[in-house]
């Protein structure tokens, strides 16, 4: 790589760190996973540097083929019992946030996948059915859902039947 293209990189990087950070975030909700899997993004993104027409797309397009990876592999299917008590809860806001964030990590990994696409990215409904490889209709059907399944959450955190 040229000297000009590994400063564009690292100007790119530098800009777009904390947004690629925060959106893997929302993907796996775990901190440490979301730096690897932006670490893997963009080491990917450095090998393929200057041959993407859209960078912000190709990127998070491998930042999502990264998680979806990583989901896959067999360690991943073990659940957690507990939080360690010297662990730190991540720093995402007041209680709203944290209360949204809880409910969105209960959605299917597909429509979690469209819900950050669409609302945190702010893609379009092709530009999301492009990097998932779905359909239009499936991506809007999955953004219905996810919503409608999100105020549901809402309405019975607000009546007092939060479970």
Same mark, same amino acid.
Not at 5 to 12: C, D, K, L, N, S
Not at 117 to 133: H, K, N, P, Q, W
């Given at each position: 790589?040229?000297?000009?293209?590994?400063?564009?990189?690292?100007?790119?990087?530098?800009a777009r760190l904390d947004g690629l950070r925060r959106?893997?975030?929302?993907?796996?909700?775990?901190?440490?996973?979301?730096?690897?899997?932006?670490?893997?993004?963009?080491?990917?993104?450095?090998?393929?540097?200057?041959?993407?027409?859209?960078?912000?797309?190709?990127? %998070?397009?491998?930042?999502?083929?990264?998680?979806?990876? !990583?989901?896959?592999? @067999?360690?991943?299917? !073990?659940?957690?019992?507990?939080?360690? @008590?010297? %662990?730190?809860? @991540?720093?995402?806001?007041?209680?709203?946030?944290?209360?949204?964030?809880?409910?969105? %990590?209960?959605?299917p990994p597909r429509q979690r996948a469209v819900l950050?696409?669409?609302?945190?990215?702010?893609? &379009?409904?092709?530009?999301?059915?492009?990097?998932?490889?779905?359909?239009?209709?499936?991506?809007? &059907?999955?953004? &219905?859902?996810?919503?409608?399944?999100?105020?549901?959450?809402?309405?019975?955190? !607000? &009546?007092?039947?939060?479970?």
């Open positions: 790589m040229k000297a000009t293209e590994e400063a564009a990189f690292r100007e790119y990087v530098v959106t893997a975030f929302l993907l796996c909700h775990d901190w440490h996973t979301a730096d690897d899997l932006v670490a893997t993004a963009l080491d990917r993104l450095y090998r393929k540097w200057g041959q993407a027409d859209n960078v912000d797309a190709y990127v %998070r397009r491998i930042l999502l083929n990264a998680w979806l990876d !990583e989901r896959r592999r @067999p360690w991943r299917r !073990e659940t957690a019992t507990g939080e360690l @008590p010297d %662990r730190a809860a @991540p720093d995402v806001g007041g209680p709203d946030e944290a209360g949204l964030l809880a409910l969105l %990590r209960r959605q950050v696409l669409r609302f945190y990215c702010d893609l &379009s409904v092709e530009e999301t059915a492009e990097i998932l490889g779905l359909p239009v209709g499936t991506v809007k &059907s999955q953004t &219905s859902r996810g919503l409608d399944a999100l105020r549901s959450a809402i309405a019975r955190e !607000e &009546s007092g039947a939060w479970t």
